[in-house]
């Protein structure tokens, strides 16, 4: 199994991911013979995954290693499609410059749809979120409060050491400094 044999491979099987972060990369192959895709994990690296309720199993590769990988195939892959979904990924991806002005405005407006895409989705996920935690304190805030209430009795002593202690240090940090430099004193008089 070489790069070359992957190559083909790919064109006939392969698919390109893009996994949770936006600007990650990935390349998948699905099938039902798991064998293969080992051997791939072996020779390329990568993850495999099995589907049990359809009985197929699946090779990721992703991030830096699927870029690398890529670049390597594009030049051994002959499949027109392919090609260009590979080389449209990579440019998308930041990975390879556009090839020219049309393809650099096509470029850019996918990554505006994508970046609004995924603005509306962390909206979303934000607006969840404080409504989740809204919730969670409504329920849960007589009960924060009378734990908070019993922690602040028994630790307040503790606490007021802390702060005296806090304070002696901070009046003789200021002592010293004053004892250092008089002509601080003479300006403040002044």
Request: contains cysteine; hydrophobic residues 30%; glycine residues 4%.
């Amino acid at each position: 199994m070489n790069i070359d044999w992957l190559a083909g491979f790919y064109e006939g099987e392969g698919s390109i991911s893009s996994p949770k972060h936006l600007y990650s990369f990935g390349l998948t192959i699905v099938q039902k013979d798991r064998s293969v895709l080992e051997d791939l994990q072996r020779n390329f690296g990568g993850s495999v995954s099995t589907e049990t309720t359809r009985n197929i199993s699946k090779w990721s590769l992703n991030g830096d290693n699927a870029t690398k990988l890529a670049l390597e195939l594009l030049p051994r892959m002959h499949h027109l499609g392919k090609v260009e979904q590979l080389t449209k990924a990579l440019i998308l991806k930041g990975h390879l410059p556009p090839r020219s002005a049309e393809e650099a405005e096509e470029v850019t407006v996918c990554l505006k749809a994508v970046r609004a895409y995924a603005r509306t989705q962390n909206e979303k996920r934000r607006e969840e979120r404080k409504a989740y935690a809204q919730s969670y304190r409504t329920e849960h805030q007589t009960e924060h409060v009378e734990y908070m209430r019993d922690y602040n009795r028994e630790n307040q002593e503790k606490l007021n050491e802390q702060h005296k202690a806090r304070s002696r240090i901070l009046q003789e940090a200021v002592r010293n400094y004053l004892k250092e430099h008089p002509e601080t004193v003479e300006e403040v008089k002044a």
